[in-house]
């Protein structure tokens, strides 16, 4: 009997917990929307919540923890009912697909980029999802072990640099205060490439696209040798 009622005091306590985590992430994930990473702060969270600073330290171990949870947030919102590939699809179709997602999860918070490239796979398990699918539709396609390993890990790291690369770039006003026409006359070909990249509200897609294709024609080349 006494032990029975330890156990659910135990479970008690432990969804208690997990609720008030969940109530943190989503606190850090407000804060994030509005100010990105760099004004996210424990006592920001703390102050949202109307908790005290320290409190946060009973439901995680440190920022990073917390980061690392937000990380998880971002991506298993977004990667809900996502599967390796089926029969029915070409491993090029799915990885494009696959990689396009995690781009746009990390694109829906400023500072997203940041936030899941630096997380750790075993806190960020959808993360470690998102690598085990990629590595299970290649081989399953006929890559072999090593090639599906460098394949997969290029495209995911070309997303995590573009997406950050992308969060990065200068806001129009510092844009502006620059000496834009000196700097491209020092740097012509810069310009130009630059003046490619920029063309169209949907450049950013474009680009990153076109990295990514140029990543799995690479990889056909590898696969076929």
């Known amino acids: 009997m006494l032990t029975g009622v330890v156990n659910e005091a135990k479970e008690l306590n432990a969804t208690r917990v997990d609720r008030k985590r969940e109530q943190i992430v989503l606190a850090s994930l407000e804060l994030l929307a509005e100010g990105g990473l760099g004004g996210l702060s424990l006592r920001d969270v703390a102050k949202k919540l109307d908790i005290k600073a320290p409190a946060i330290y009973w439901y995680f171990k440190s920022k990073a923890e917390l980061v690392d949870c937000m990380a998880e947030a971002i991506l298993s919102e977004r990667f809900a009912g996502a599967t390796p590939r089926t029969d029915e699809q070409t491993w090029q179709d799915w990885l494009t697909a696959y990689m396009t997602r995690l781009r746009k999860a990390m694109l829906a918070y400023p500072d997203g980029s940041r936030v899941v490239a630096g997380a750790h796979i075993h806190t960020a398990q959808t993360l470690a999802r998102i690598f085990e699918d990629s590595l299970?539709?290649?081989?399953?396609?006929?890559?072999?072990?090593?090639?599906?390993?460098?394949?997969?890990?290029?495209?995911?790291?070309?997303?995590?640099?573009?997406?950050?690369?992308?969060?990065?770039?200068?806001?129009?006003?510092?844009?502006?205060?620059?000496?834009?026409?000196?700097?491209?006359?020092?740097?012509?070909?810069?310009?130009?490439?630059?003046?490619?990249?920029?063309?169209?509200?949907?450049?950013?897609?474009?680009?990153?696209?076109?990295?990514?294709?140029?990543?799995?024609?690479g990889a056909e080349t590898k696969a076929a040798t």
Do not use: C, H, V, W
């Not at 700097?183 to 990514?212: C, H, K, T, V, W």
């Open 136 to 217: 299970i539709s290649l081989i399953s396609a006929g890559l072999d072990q090593r090639t599906a390993a460098y394949t997969m890990m290029t495209a995911i790291y070309y997303t995590f640099g573009s997406a950050i690369e992308e969060q990065s770039a200068p806001t129009a006003e510092t844009t502006a205060s620059l000496n834009a026409a000196g700097f491209y006359a020092a740097y012509p070909n810069i310009a130009s490439a630059l003046d490619e990249y920029n063309q169209g509200a949907d450049a950013a897609d474009r680009a990153y696209a076109a990295g990514l294709d140029l990543i799995i024609k």
